[in-house]
């Protein structure tokens, strides 16, 4: 009989508490009736059932950081290759882009038929190029093709005829990748210098030499340089342009810089 006796108090004990909790409405634990705690119940509290033993806590996505601003490009600072307009007018604008970049394609149909007739045909402003050629051999090729032709005095014909012939096979097959394809290999930019009317010999001499490789390097980490990572990258009198503006943002900046 005394072996029943202690569970048979702990029972009742448990009947005792529970009755004085109707009475009182005072929330005991289970291992408050025992008289302990457990090491595992975080304050002696009971585990809520509905919610999942373990929680993860969902950090915020960090935010991608945006890449630098462009620097400002040292005083006099147009790179190599031939200036078109006047070269003492006040205004100079260069950008750096890149032969197989369709939104080069864009500035040079877009935008600069209305730069050259509003401006540079006027003598107001010089415009020039620098080589961001980072979009694969072929735009270090076409890069390398264009200062050979100017040699030949021919570099803005040359530059004007690549972009046309890349927009001209985009709207024939605009789904198909224009880089590095074969649309500026060798052949097809020794064929355009004879399309153009330079003399071959001297232009594949200069080419197959690679003449200008180290001119077109120098243009590449000199955008490094001023923490430009992309094409077109625009810059007038030395400072940058946010090109997204297009012309009707381009023309008053250059209105106000040349009265």
Request: positive net charge; contains cysteine.
């Amino acid at each position: 009989m005394e072996k029943f006796l202690v569970p048979f108090s702990i029972i009742l004990a448990g009947l005792i508490v529970a009755g004085s909790i109707l009475v009182t409405g005072e929330k005991i634990t289970f291992p408050q009736v025992l008289g302990f705690s457990l090491p595992f119940i975080k304050n002696n509290q009971p585990l809520d059932s509905s919610k999942k033993e373990t929680e993860k806590v969902v950090e915020a996505t960090p935010q991608p950081k945006q890449p630098p601003l462009p620097q400002s490009l040292k005083d006099g600072d147009l790179g190599t290759n031939p200036i078109l307009g006047n070269s003492t007018a006040k205004v100079a604008i260069s950008v750096f882009s890149d032969y197989q970049c369709p939104f080069c394609g864009q500035f040079v149909f877009d935008v600069m038929p209305k730069l050259r007739s509003d401006y540079i045909d006027k003598g107001l402003v010089k415009f020039v190029v620098r080589d961001l050629a980072f979009l694969g051999p072929e735009s270090k090729d076409a890069a390398l093709a264009t200062k050979c032709a100017s040699v030949q005095g021919k570099y803005w014909e040359y530059h004007d005829y690549l972009f046309k012939y890349i927009g001209d096979k985009e709207k024939q097959n605009p789904r198909v990748s224009q880089e590095n394809n074969g649309n500026f290999s060798a052949a097809n930019l020794k064929k355009f210098a004879k399309t153009l009317g330079l003399n071959t010999s001297k232009f594949n001499t200069c080419f197959d030499g690679r003449t200008f490789d180290v001119d077109v390097k120098a243009d590449v980490d000199s955008a490094r340089n001023y923490a430009v990572f992309s094409t077109p990258t625009v810059y007038v009198n030395g400072k940058f342009y946010d090109n997204r503006y297009g012309y009707d943002g381009l023309y008053p900046l250059i209105d106000s810089l040349i009265r």
